[in-house]
């Protein structure tokens, strides 16, 4: 997977900036200091932004509302709705059951 964000050394201090369109999304002090905090913030935005795009992107390839999608799985359309946002972090088989869910829908598919 490739990173969304990277931490750059500009003007002396460091900033973090979003590698797909070249915004700052934070700058921070100079030296090793300003380097840590530029890094930790790198790894706190790449945590949000991974399950937000993966989950996001297999849920529309398969046509699914989020209402769908959590009734396939036994939650709330809220918990996946937090889920795609990174407000909740998903589950650490989230995986299983969405190859699960597809075996699923593909039988169904079948069916019709």
Known sequence: MTERYRAE?????????????????GEYGAGAAGAQAAADAVAVLERKAAPTSELRAWRKAHR???GKLGELLGV???TVQRWETGVYKPP????????????????????S
């Open 76 to 78: 709330t359309w809220v």
């Open 64 to 66: 699914l509302s989020q």
């Open 9 to 25: 050394r500009h003007a002396g201090a460091w900033r973090v900036v979003n590698s797909a369109d070249g915004t700052v999304a």
């Open 92 to 111: 650490p088989f989230l995986h299983r059951a969405l190859r699960d869910v597809e075996r699923e829908l593909e039988q169904h598919a079948l069916a």
